[in-house]
C-alpha cells in the first residue's frame, strides 16, 4: 500500500486512535438529486466528520467549489478539530470518486499526512463493518497550519501556457464528455476538450469494487493514453474533483509531478474566449 491509502482493515484497527481523523468527503453532481451530508446523517464511519466540499470553497467564486484561501481551509480545520499532529483519512461514499479532491486540498495547504480510504463507504458497508448516524460529536479546536503549495494548482493562464509549449495535459471525465458527443452537465459550457489533451476517464483507475488499480496498471494507462507519467500532467475534469483522481493515481504510483486545474471544464468550457477541439484527439 502506499501511504496516500489505507485499507479498511488498517482504519477498522485505528479508529479509536486519538491522533486519526476521518473524515467522508462525499459529493455528487447535483443532477443526480443526491444530497451527500443527509446521506452522512444517516450512516457513515463511526466517529467521522463532513467535509463539504461546496462550502469549503471560495463561494464568491462563478465556479463550483474552487479552492478557497489558506485562511478558510485553517479556519474550518481548526473548528473540526483537525489540526497539525493528526493523520487524516478521507472517503467517500462511492468507493473512490470525490475523497480524492478533499486528499488533493490537503496537500495544496501542506497537510502530507493524508490518505484515502481504498474503497471508501461501499467497500466498508460491503464488509459488513460498524456505521453511525446523526450529527458527529464535538470536537475540541486545535491549531491547523496551511502552507499553501502552489504547484498542485494550475489556473487558465497556466493551462494556456501549458497548450502553447506542449506540456501534458489530461482530462478525467468520460470519453462522451472528451469528445463532444455528450452534454454537459452544467447549463451554458461548451461540449469539447482543451487543445492537446488526453482522454483518461478517472473510472479507467478504479477497480469495480472501488479501490484504486495498482501503480503499474496505472503507468500503463497513461502511456496507453501518450502521456509520460514521469513527467509533469496537469489533471483536469467538469469541475476539479475527479482530476484528483488521476492525481492520487499519479502519486500513489510514485510519479509526483502532476497539478490539478481547478477550473478545469466548468470555466473552460464556459470561456468563449478559449478554444476548445472536440473528437478523440490527435
Not at 54 to 81: N, V
Not at 228 to 239: K, L, N, R
Request: aromatic share 8%; charged share 25%; net charge neutral.
Amino acid at each position: 500500500m502506499s501511504k496516500w491509502l489505507v485499507t479498511t482493515d488498517w482504519l477498522a484497527g485505528h479508529l479509536q486512535a486519538p491522533d486519526v481523523a476521518v473524515l467522508d468527503a462525499s459529493w455528487h453532481l447535483p443532477v443526480t438529486g443526491r444530497n451527500a451530508k443527509q446521506e452522512f446523517l444517516a450512516a457513515h464511519i463511526p466517529g467521522a466528520q463532513f467535509f463539504d466540499i461546496d462550502e469549503l470553497s471560495d463561494t464568491s467564486s462563478l465556479y463550483p467549489h474552487m479552492l478557497p484561501s489558506p485562511e478558510k481551509f485553517s479556519s474550518r480545520m481548526r473548528k473540526m478539530g483537525i489540526g497539525d499532529g493528526k493523520k487524516i483519512i478521507v472517503y467517500d461514499s462511492l468507493g473512490l470518486y470525490s475523497a480524492a479532491r478533499a486528499w488533493w486540498m490537503f496537500r495544496v495547504f501542506g497537510k502530507e499526512d493524508v490518505a484515502v480510504l481504498d474503497g471508501g463507504l461501499a467497500k466498508w458497508k460491503a464488509e459488513g463493518r460498524p456505521l453511525e448516524d446523526g450529527e458527529p460529536t464535538f470536537r475540541q479546536e486545535r491549531h491547523f497550519t496551511a502552507r499553501l503549495q502552489d504547484m498542485l494548482v494550475r489556473d487558465r493562464t497556466d493551462v494556456a501556457h501549458a497548450i502553447r509549449s506542449g506540456q501534458q495535459l489530461a482530462d478525467a471525465r468520460s470519453s462522451g464528455r472528451f469528445k463532444g458527443t455528450e452534454p454537459e452537465p452544467r447549463a451554458g459550457v461548451r461540449s469539447g476538450h482543451i487543445p492537446g489533451a488526453r482522454s483518461i476517464p478517472f473510472t479507467e483507475l478504479v477497480n469495480a469494487n472501488g479501490t484504486l488499480k495498482q501503480p503499474s496498471e496505472i503507468e500503463k494507462i497513461f502511456r496507453q493514453a501518450k502521456l509520460d507519467p514521469s513527467q509533469p500532467v496537469i489533471a483536469y475534469c467538469g469541475s476539479g474533483v475527479t482530476a484528483a483522481v488521476l492525481a492520487l493515481g499519479l502519486a500513489v504510483a510514485g510519479k509526483e509531478k502532476f497539478a490539478v486545474y481547478d477550473g478545469s471544464w466548468a470555466e473552460w468550457g464556459s470561456s468563449e474566449d478559449l478554444p476548445i477541439e472536440t473528437g478523440a484527439g490527435s
